[in-house]
């Protein structure tokens, strides 16, 4: 399983950026799929999951209300797009993918042990 995620950059506070991540390697619309982040000196934290259907999705409460997950199956792509964008989201994002196909629980969704694949992360830098 082969993971590419795209999209970072540098925007300033308020503003917005849409993440991508395109998969390769088996069939993408039989998995859950979930984006996290690093920022430096922190342990990596979960950001947003999406069910293998899309339509069941979680959120880490600081970006609830401002972050959006959403797939398109037949592009083999997740996204995640990031709205009033704070100084603290400044992170490296990473795109995420679990081993098991089909339905799987919250605990598993929102962590990151329940992942077996992960992209090479984009940076987003928010500036004040």
């Known amino acids: 399983v082969q993971l590419q995620a795209s999209g970072g950059g540098l925007v300033q506070a308020g503003g917005s950026l849409r993440l991508s991540c395109a998969a390769s390697g088996r069939t993408f619309s039989s998995y859950a799929m979930g984006w996290f982040r690093q920022a430096p000196g922190k342990e990596r934290e979960f950001v947003a999951s999406?069910?293998?259907?899309?339509?069941?999705?979680y959120y880490a409460d600081s970006v609830k209300g401002r972050f959006t997950i959403s797939r398109d199956n037949a592009k083999n792509t997740v996204y995640l797009q990031m709205n009033s964008l704070k100084p603290e989201d400044t992170a490296a994002f990473y795109c995420a993918a679990p081993s098991r196909e089909g339905s799987l629980g919250q605990a598993t969704m929102t962590s990151a042990w329940g992942y077996e694949y992960w992209g090479q992360g984009t940076q987003v830098t928010v500036s004040s």
């Open positions: 999406i069910n293998w259907r899309g339509s069941n999705t």
